[in-house]
C-alpha cells in the first residue's frame, strides 16, 4: 500500500520560508491525489493543498488562508511531494500532515477521501 513519511517542519520566524516534503513511496502508475493537510491543538484538520500526482494538468487547489504563500508540487520522478511555505504567519502553526487518495483531485475533496496518510510534522511560527 502507499506509504508517506514528512520532513523538514520545524521553527520559522514570522515571515519567513519552510519547506515540507514528504516521500510518497508504493504509488503506483494510476493517478493519486496528493495533499497537505494541517491541525492546531483542539482544531479540526484542515487541507492546506491538493494535487494530481500523474497528470501535468491536474488539479491544484489551495485553501483561502494560504492562497498567494503557500505552493504544492509534486516531482513524480522523485516520488516527492512539497509544500513550500513562505510568509509564514504565527496561525499557520500546526502539525502538518501529507495525505493520498485514489483518483482524482476535485474542490471537495474532504480529508475523509484520502486513505493514506503521513504521521506528521511540527512547524511552529514564532519570533
Known amino acids: 500500500e502507499v506509504q508517506l513519511v514528512e520532513s523538514g517542519g520545524g521553527l520559522v520566524q514570522p515571515g519567513g520560508s519552510l519547506r515540507l516534503s514528504c516521500t510518497v513511496s508504493?504509488?503506483?502508475?494510476?493517478?493519486?491525489?496528493l495533499g497537505w493537510f494541517r491541525q492546531a491543538p483542539g482544531k479540526e484538520r484542515d487541507r492546506v493543498a491538493i494535487t494530481d500526482s500523474d497528470d501535468p494538468d491536474g488539479h491544484t487547489a489551495y485553501a483561502d488562508f494560504v492562497e498567494g504563500r503557500f505552493t504544492i508540487s509534486f516531482d513524480n520522478e522523485k516520488n516527492d511531494l512539497s509544500l513550500q511555505m513562505t510568509y509564514a504567519e504565527p496561525n499557520d502553526t500546526a502539525m502538518y500532515y501529507c495525505?493520498?487518495?485514489?483518483?482524482?483531485?476535485?474542490?471537495?475533496?474532504?480529508?475523509?477521501?484520502?486513505?493514506?496518510w503521513g504521521q506528521g510534522t511540527q512547524v511552529t511560527v514564532s519570533s
Open positions: 508504493r504509488i503506483t502508475e494510476e493517478n493519486y491525489c
Open positions: 495525505a493520498a487518495g485514489y483518483g482524482y483531485c476535485y474542490d471537495d475533496r474532504t480529508l475523509v477521501d484520502f486513505g493514506y
